[in-house]
């Protein structure tokens, strides 16, 4: 009997994802050490030292590209911060202007 299993969505873009992540945890130490012991071009060392440098900053952006739900919770979390100011500055104007509200001076002086 054969039976054929399914991989859905998702666990095709977690394994691209730890494929991503995991490939580049492995690719730049291993230049770096090979880099020890051997001379290599010019561009080898460049991209070596530039997957260092991704392997530190470009892991948050690979999970933000591949998880839908990460994105949608960081964009959900700067549109609130960016409203905030505006809604802040909108509320504080409307309080104050009802708050302080001052009589006409002609109305003061009839009573």
Known sequence: MHTTS?????????TIQ????????FAAPLLHIF???????????IFAHFSWICLHGDTPLIYFI???SLRQAVIEMVVSILKFP???IKNSLISKY??????????????
């Open 86 to 88: 505006f809604i802040f």
């Open 6 to 14: 399914t991989v859905s969505d998702a666990q095709k873009l977690m």
């Open 66 to 68: 591949y998880n839908k």
């Open 98 to 111: 009802i708050n302080n509200h001052v009589e006409p001076v002609a109305a003061i002086i009839q009573s």
């Open 35 to 45: 880099m020890l012991f051997w001379e290599f071009p010019i561009f080898v060392e």
């Open 18 to 25: 730890a494929i991503f992540v995991c490939g580049e945890m």
